[in-house]
């Protein structure tokens, strides 16, 4: 009797010192929380868990219960996804974009996932996927004018105005709101414009000076408009109005321009197209009448310096065109992310050449042409905005 004491009084500080390592290593809601609760389904609770933990900012938790989560688990897809959207709030797209893919491997229909996927995509340059992504959104989400809208924006930085146009017109079906509509009219207008359909954009214009009398944007792409039907007088009116509001916008100045020159005025013309460059470099249409007005002032070298830039900018146009679809073909390659990402420097786009240069680090780490060309961008000064993509 004694020894049997002996050991029941040795044996409770052990017990006692047991459960005080399980209240500290697993926590209190294991044991007394909901799910603790009979009937209720664990691994599900992992998904919301995950799910809080990322509404709180708490990423390395839901890093932490991803990697708990056998690949085969039900709630696997889910949680993943989660995981995707922590790597992705990090700025490790490399890792968001595995674990997205890895997510929807295991089950495709997550609107969520695909959405964030092809932002991936698209910001490093693989259009394509992007592209078929977003369509594949638009289908299980039938409703939603997000994925039409950033098809269209895709579409027309790729040069399919035609697509880029019936992509907001299915974004604007579905009545977005307030500041996603003056987007989609605005892409729309651009998309129909540059399609040569003038008479199909006139109402949309005019539908949109109605609700945004004083947008700058807006009264510059009417100026367009207006010059390329030959209604000079209501170009030229547009256009001053418009600079009056914004004297950088590059349509208005393009369209004044336009007027000026068929007066007879190719001084004027220049000046305003040379303003309009500055603001926004390396349009074609832009670069293609300064050319002329440049020749008609006997400015030949100008000119001749001037032929080379619109030469090259379309040829740059191409070649990234190309690049887009490489990458497409070799989405694990980092070279032709890489390549466009040089072009786009070449270009002045930077902000694309960043989102080109990190992605091929996030394929391949030790990409190193790629790490030094992101450490030249680091040592440049800082630039306005600039379009981030060919043929924007």
Known sequence: ???????????????????????????????????????????????????????????DEVLRIGSQVSPDAPEAAEVYALVGQAFLSRGE?????????????RKLEQPEALEYLAA???????????????????????EAFRPWLAMGKVRHDMGETAEAARAYE????????????????KGLIRAMMDDNR?????????????????????????????????????????????????PANSDALLALAQVRFLEGDPATAEGLLLRADKARPNQTSVLQLLMQAQSRLGKSEAAAETRNRFRNVTERIDRMDKLSKRISAEPESPQPRYELGMEA????????????????LDIDPTFEPARRALEEIAKQPAQDPVPAAPGS
């Open 120 to 142: 991936i995509y698209l910001a490093s340059g693989d259009a394509v996927r992007g592209l078929t992504l977003l369509k594949l959104v638009s289908e299980l989400k039938p």
């Open 1 to 59: 009797m004694d020894s049997r004491r002996k050991l029941r009084k040795s044996l409770l500080p052990l017990f006692v010192l047991l459960a005080c390592a399980a209240w500290l290593i697993v926590p209190w809601k294991y044991w007394f929380g909901p799910s603790a609760k009979p009937g209720q389904n664990r691994p599900r609770d992992r998904a919301e868990i995950a799910r809080r933990m990322l509404s709180a900012g708490r990423f």
């Open 198 to 246: 003038l008479a199909d954009a006139e109402p949309v214009i005019a539908a949109a000076l109605h609700a945004d009398p004083q947008d700058a944007e807006l009264m510059g792409l009417a100026a367009l408009s207006a010059q390329a039907k030959g209604n000079a007088a209501e170009a030229g009116e547009l256009a001053e109005k418009c600079l009056a509001i914004d």
């Open 170 to 185: 299915e974004c604007l079906k579905r009545n977005p709101p307030a500041e996603e509509t003056r987007q989609a009219r």
């Open 345 to 360: 420097i070449a270009g002045n786009m930077k902000v694309l050449a960043e989102q080109c240069f990190k992605a091929a």
């Open 93 to 105: 797209l490399g890792n968001a974009r595995k674990a997205l893919e890895a997510s929807l491997d």
